[in-house]
């Protein structure tokens, strides 16, 4: 009788570990993305508020510091079945993220690489070089994702 007990109480522990892990709340990883989308468009705009000379090199290094540790995050905020296919009233992302996952998921990476010269133009260029940082960061990093993963955002 113990032996069947304790199987029986394998068999639970096992079956009930399975599915452990909480479903994920789609609107809450969607929110976070976007939240995410947001803070690094308030971050390039600080730096282009330096170029300007709205605000201090310091408050530009400071910002690009933190943008450096976004994209790491990006691809997990990209969880299958969060298209504007499935939530077409809640994201802009084409299901083409998961179609083409590979490349996808490659893009986080350009843009991390884009802001690390834009943080060294930030430390140690001329406004000028970094205005040209801001525009490939604009371009191989932010465009790179939005012009084949996003559909148009409408006024």
Same mark, same amino acid.
């Given at each position: ?8 109480? /394998?068999?639970?522990? $096992? @079956?009930?570990?399975?599915? @452990? ?10 929110? !976070? ?6 803070? !690094?468009?308030?971050?390039?705009? /600080? ?5 300007? +000379? ?5 408050? @530009? =290094?400071?910002? $690009?510091?933190?943008? =450096? ?30 179609? !083409? ?23 140690? +260029? ?11 960061? +604009? ?17």
């Amino acid at each position: 009788m113990r032996h069947r007990v304790r199987i029986g109480l /394998v068999a639970f522990i $096992v @079956a009930s570990s399975a599915g @452990a892990a909480p479903a994920q709340d789609v609107p809450a990883v969607i929110k !976070q993305r976007q939240a995410l989308m947001k803070a !690094q468009a308030e971050g390039l705009k /600080v730096i282009q508020n330096y170029v300007n +000379g709205d605000t201090n090199r310091g408050t @530009a =290094l400071a910002k $690009v510091n933190e943008l =450096l540790s976004l994209p790491p995050k990006i691809a997990d905020l990209f969880p299958p079945g969060t298209s504007i296919a499935e939530f077409p009233q809640a994201t802009h992302a084409k299901p083409e993220i998961w179609q !083409q996952w590979d490349r996808f998921k490659d893009v986080p990476g350009a843009l991390q690489r884009a802001e690390r010269r834009l943080a060294d133009a930030i430390g140690g +260029g001329s406004k000028q070089d970094v205005l040209d940082q801001l525009d490939a960061v +604009g371009r191989n990093g932010c465009g790179a994702c939005h012009t084949s993963f996003r559909s148009p955002l409408k006024d």
